[in-house]
């Protein structure tokens, strides 16, 4: 065992070689100068170091959060003030024309499905009135075969109408000698005949109505088919 001289000073245990005792200062606020200390005096360790550990790791990891949406975290190189201005004045035009776009896209499809609905509105409108006309247009043409319109007044009236609703569509469709079509002829009488080589429309009792196509009513016809 290994005496200690009398009267010499003990050893520190902080390992200071002059054997001075050290402090270490925590305090926030300097006393000289009443300022805020913005980090632990150099020298420092334990808590003080912590803390100023912990505020900059917190720094870190906003600043790496706020990259992901800077333009100019993808760069090799530190910009100028001007360039970066200039990247972030392109970014914000490249998604303002991107937004332009989107709306320009949406409002031609909004026009398209409103046109289109439109002229629907306007076939269904038409072919509503037309079928509250069709026993007039029938009459109309029964007349007219009959030979009753020639010579009257009314001829003239049946004219104008047909001609009025022929610009809105509307025709009269079926005629002797034209082939059947099942899709706008419904036959009502049926017999075979060597002269026709198809089945063929032989008499129009009724003719078919349409507007833009659309078959209102079909021609109500006897049909011809060929011997068998």
Do not use: C
């Amino acid at each position: 065992m290994t005496d200690t001289p009398t009267g010499a000073a003990a050893p520190d245990p902080t390992g200071d070689p002059a054997g001075e005792p050290r402090f270490t200062d925590k305090r926030r606020i300097d006393p000289e100068t009443g300022a805020v200390r913005e980090s632990a005096p150099a020298g420092t360790g334990g808590e003080g170091a912590q803390e100023a550990s912990t505020v900059q790791d917190s720094s870190a990891n906003e600043s790496s959060a706020a990259g992901d949406a800077d333009p100019l975290a993808g760069l090799d190189f530190e910009p100028s003030t001007d360039d970066a201005e200039l990247i972030a004045a392109q970014t914000t035009a490249a998604e303002r024309l991107e937004d332009l776009q989107r709306l320009q896209a949406e409002y031609v499809n909004y026009r398209k499905r409103v046109d289109r609905d439109r002229s629907v509105a306007r076939d269904q409108a038409v072919a509503g009135v037309l079928e509250a006309l069709v026993p007039v247009l029938d009459d109309v043409e029964l007349a007219r075969q009959h030979g009753e319109l020639e010579g009257t007044p009314f001829a003239a009236i049946a004219d104008k109408l047909e001609t009025t609703l022929g610009r809105f569509g509307w025709e009269r469709f079926g005629a002797v000698g034209e082939a059947f079509d099942p899709q706008v002829h419904e036959a009502l009488m049926h017999q075979h005949s060597g002269d026709v080589t198809e089945p063929t429309v032989s008499m129009v009792m009724q003719p078919g109505h349409r507007v833009a196509g659309r078959v209102v009513r079909a021609a109500r016809v006897g049909v011809t088919s060929p011997d068998a």
